[in-house]
T-cell receptor, first 112, second 111 residues
Framework: SQTIHQWPATLVQPVGSPLSLECTVE??????LYWYRQAAGRGLQLLFY??????ISSEVPQNLSASRPQDRQFILSSKKLLLSDSGFYLC???????????FGPGTRLTVT | DAKTTQPNSMESNEEEPVHLPCNHS???????IHWYRQLPSQGPEYVIH???SNVNNRMASLAIAEDRKSSTLILHRATLRDAAVYYC????????????FGPGTRLSVLP
């Protein structure tokens, strides 16, 4: 069966520091991968999605970037965090763009 | 993206059925109706989806109005573990569209 991992589970970082969140998927090949952010008390916002290695689409202009160095690895990064980057970051995968998405456990990021 | 309207919150008693409504008056003929739910401090999980006919699975039932302008997610016997935010989402499943999550309905289940 397929599983999706995210780490770390929680993170507290000062403003201006760098960020690296990692997501890996097991049990499937060539998944579509997604990064979402959920601000406190709000819905999910799609940040990036990837249909293959090195293929990244950005949904909203922002302070973050994403990379996919391996088939089942998706990384969310920032060179300098802003207070507004705080939130719950969720990685998801699907077999195809038209299929259901399966979410990871999330990383709760607090920028202080 | 087509939009949906859901109540902000609902309450239910444990072991009673729950009917979560969703209005989507501007739905197009190729939009599928998807439901996800998000338990506290977790990522969303797939519940059910359908196009025109009512759908049943082990988690829930989806009742779709004949004109498709509304639908209802039915939990047949609510448990405390069903307390979550429920999202109703429209997506054209034929064109690789992304899911757009709105604020959803926060369901509270009372013991």
């Amino acid at each position: 069966s397929q599983t999706i991992h995210q780490w770390p589970a929680t993170l507290v970082q000062p403003v201006g520091s760098p960020l690296s969140l990692e997501c890996t998927v097991e049990g499937t090949s060539n998944p579509n991968l997604y990064w979402y952010r959920q601000a406190a008390g709000r819905g999910l916002q799609l940040l990036f999605y990837s249909v293959g290695i090195g293929q990244i689409s950005s949904e909203v202009p922002q302070n973050l970037s994403a990379s996919r160095p391996q088939d089942r690895q998706f990384i969310l990064s920032s060179k300098k965090l802003l207070l507004s980057d705080s939130g719950f970051y969720l990685c998801a995968w699907s077999s195809d763009r038209d299929d259901e998405q399966y979410f990871g456990p999330g990383t709760r990021l607090t920028v202080t | 993206d087509a939009k949906t309207t859901q109540p902000n919150s609902m309450e239910s008693n444990e072991e009673e059925p729950v009917h979560l409504p969703c209005n989507h008056s501007t739905i197009s003929g190729t939009d599928y109706i998807h439901w996800y739910r998000q338990l506290p401090s977790q990522g969303p999980e797939y519940v059910i989806h359908g196009l025109t006919s009512n759908v049943n699975n082990r988690m829930a039932s989806l009742a779709i109005a004949e004109d498709r302008k509304s639908s209802t997610l039915i939990l047949h016997r609510a448990t405390l573990r069903d307390a979550a935010v429920y999202y109703c989402i429209l997506r054209d499943d034929n064109y690789g569209q992304n899911f757009v999550f709105g604020p959803g309905t926060r369901l509270s289940v009372l013991p």
